[in-house]
């Protein structure tokens, strides 16, 4: 098993950045492939983006293609999401999860293992 511990969330202006961390416990964190997930409020839970176990693929959603970056340090048990030109739709709890068996998924159900989730807000 992994537990996920998400943090740097915030309140931050448009145009602004945040760098959010997630750290797993462990010492199989390497063999996981990572997502980042998030909800706004009153809406479905939504793909963010994705590395592979070893971070040479990266998948990302249209909507933060270009301005959102995943990396991850295995060796630091730590994914992060580096998040540039934020806008106010990009206001929702950013959740980190764990895949035992895909990488790059978009699907909620194929992670195992997910955190508890980081509040992000974007003014205008």
């Known amino acids: 098993q992994v537990q996920l511990v998400e943090s740097g969330g915030g309140l931050v202006q448009a145009g602004g950045s945040l760098r959010l961390s997630c750290a797993a416990s462990?010492?199989?964190?390497?063999?996981?492939?990572m997502g980042w997930f998030r909800q706004a409020p009153g809406a479905e839970r939504k793909f963010v983006t994705a590395?592979?176990?070893?971070?040479?693929?990266?998948y990302y959603a249209d909507s933060v293609k270009g301005r959102f970056t995943i990396s991850r340090d295995n060796a630091k048990n730590t994914v992060y999401l580096q998040m540039n030109s934020l806008k106010p739709e990009d206001t929702a709890v950013y959740y980190c999860?764990?895949?035992?068996?895909?990488?790059?998924?978009?699907?909620?159900?194929?992670?195992?293992?997910w955190g508890q989730g980081t509040q992000v807000t974007v003014s205008s």
């Open positions: 462990g010492r199989t964190f390497s063999s996981y492939a």
């Open positions: 999860a764990a895949s035992v068996r895909y990488s790059g998924s978009y699907y909620e159900r194929d992670y195992d293992y």
């Open positions: 590395i592979s176990r070893s971070g040479g693929s990266t």
